[in-house]
């Protein structure tokens, strides 16, 4: 047995950088949660569920805070730097070609040695980052307790390249972003239904039109098309026919020529419209259209079109989103979102089964009378067996990334997939210096469907016959605690720590197999 030690050391160099009104910020950020917490403790509901906003939109929307009106071209380059130690152990004795769920993000939030941000501005309404990260290889948390050097490379590897990269414009109500940047829509801090605030990034278009009281979000983004032998035969096989006596019965089929799968793509496209009406609520309602195996047609990304209504049964699937905030008085505040990815109705799609995803959450921020916030949130999140599911990968609603020799298949609505119930118990913590403090209690429940096909070689969806809510089969049962930290010691230098574990019951979906995994790093980061 092996116990990790990875200790990082580098030497670093600084450079100067600044912030844009076209700059994207982050939900997740000490400034967003402070502004958040500022509205939700004066009563006001948190403006806005995306989880990415430029700081234009953030500045006009929830903090009033003016932007730098800078004047012609600049340039600057950011470096972090953070000598670390980190310790694990992982239940995976080894991974194939799709990286393990739960470590895709396990690794995504594991401390960087080196991060490098480069960026360029115009004024103060255009804007292009690039940013560069260094850390651990994912390939190395595994096989139980283990080791790696971080001088020996086959450990020790980029990330993406780069993590993220975007060039944005943004004016008064109005902006548009093209490039990789994370997303997510909702409220939840563990996961989101509509749109996975957790995935570690998206390839995106995006376009915002807002003011104080209203909201049009559009977003386009596409997932690597490659697919493994078995989901390749899969597939091509549905290319040969189409089975339109079960999408619209024997009539309807007969006024149709038979499609065929005419090109390797799959992109997916949302767009959402929120209203506040009063300052203590607000609500939106969306759709998410997700095209496969061709190229879209205009009408299914069309920003004001009707997803719905681009019927296309064999290149298209489809979720409808309905959410809803509310601010009863100072300091408490209420979320719910409901899911729609199907309904069984007579005579339309009249074997596919109802499949739904509901989530509920309230948080408190408890009222101080210094600069720093606590808040402490519940989470509980239902989605049925079925949602997200197809009968062909491209209609599967995960997006694919290859990094790192591996495929991470990422949901593109809950952090993890359909077919799973989880609760959680949220702890905050933020200072006037924008220390950061997150621990996290929770519990998921996770069936059996997954997006992967079966050993008889289809796809789960293929015995869907009936709606079924509870996760399915031998359920694996996921009880975790999860700190992060980020604990700034003056304006450049400040210590981070990551800490996990999980006991794991009926592992791999196999009955009374118990395991555990446990991560730890901490380490000491220069800002520069």
Same mark, same amino acid.
């Not at 916030?373 to 519940?378: N, S």
């Given at each position: 047995m092996k116990i990790v030690l990875s200790v990082f050391i580098i030497f670093f160099i600084s450079f100067q950088s600044f912030s844009n009104g076209a700059e994207i910020i982050y939900k997740n950020s000490a400034e967003y949660r402070k502004a958040e917490f500022k509205n939700i403790g004066s009563g006001k509901a948190a403006s806005g569920s995306c989880n990415a906003i430029t700081r234009r939109e953030f500045s006009n929307r929830l903090s009033a805070t003016p932007i730098n009106e800078n004047k012609g071209f600049n340039s600057g380059v950011d470096f972090t730097l953070t000598p670390y130690a980190s310790g694990f152990f992982s239940p995976f004795a080894s991974y194939e070609k799709t990286y393990p769920l739960q470590m895709v993000y396990l690794h995504d939030k594991s401390i960087d040695a080196l991060r490098i941000k480069a960026d360029i501005e115009y004024e103060e309404s255009l804007y292009l980052k690039f940013t560069y990260g260094l850390s651990s290889s994912a390939k190395s948390i595994a096989d139980g307790w283990n080791a790696h050097h971080p001088l020996n490379p086959d450990f020790y590897s980029p990330a993406d390249s780069p993590d993220e990269g975007y060039i944005s414009y943004a004016k008064n109500h109005f902006s548009l972003t093209i490039g990789r940047f994370r997303g997510g829509i909702g409220h939840g801090l563990i996961g989101n239904t509509f749109q996975n605030g957790k995935a570690p990034y998206y390839d995106q278009i995006q376009l915002n039109l807002y003011s104080n009281k209203f909201k049009f979000y559009f977003m386009l983004g596409s997932s690597n098309h490659q697919l493994n032998k078995e989901e390749d035969f899969i597939q091509d096989r549905r290319s040969d026919y189409t089975d339109y006596e079960k999408t619209w019965g024997t009539a309807y089929n007969n006024r149709h020529k038979q499609s065929k799968i005419s090109d390797n793509s799959k992109m997916f496209v949302f767009h959402r419209v929120e209203v506040s009406p009063f300052d203590k609520f607000s609500f939106g309602i969306g759709e998410m259209n997700l095209i496969g195996g061709k190229f879209p047609d205009l009408n299914q990304i069309n920003p004001l079109g009707i997803y719905h209504d681009t019927y296309d049964p064999d290149f298209h699937s489809y979720t409808f989103s309905i959410d809803a905030s509310f601010v009863p008085s100072p300091n408490h505040f209420l979320f719910s979102e409901l899911l729609i990815n199907e309904i069984e109705v007579t005579g339309e799609r009249n074997?596919? @089964?109802?499949?739904?995803?509901?989530?509920?959450?309230?948080?408190?921020?408890?009222?101080?009378?210094?600069?720093?916030?606590?808040?402490?949130?519940?989470?509980?999140?239902?989605?049925?067996?079925?949602?997200?599911?197809?009968?062909? @990968?491209?209609?599967t609603m995960y997006q694919r990334q290859y990094r790192n020799q591996f495929n991470y298949d990422i949901p593109l609505g809950y952090s993890y997939g359909g077919d799973c119930e989880q609760f959680s118990i949220i702890y905050t913590y933020i200072s006037g210096n924008n220390t950061m403090i997150d621990v996290t209690l929770s519990h998921l429940s996770k069936g059996e469907i997954k997006f992967s096909p079966l050993e008889d070689g289809t796809m789960p969806y293929e015995n869907a016959e009936k709606w079924q809510a509870r996760p399915s089969g031998t359920v694996e049962q996921w009880s975790s605690i999860d700190m992060t930290s980020s604990i700034f010691l003056d304006s450049t230098k400040s210590i981070e720590t990551t800490a996990m574990y999980s006991y794991i019951q009926n592992f791999n979906h196999e009955k009374d197999n118990t395991n555990h995994l446990l991560y730890i790093s901490a380490g000491l980061s220069w800002h520069f």
């Open positions: 074997e596919d @089964p109802t499949a739904l995803g509901a989530q509920i959450g309230y948080w408190y921020i408890l009222p101080t009378k210094s600069s720093s916030f606590h808040r402490i949130a519940f989470e509980l999140t239902h989605i049925d067996t079925w949602t997200y599911s197809d009968n062909v @990968p491209y209609l």
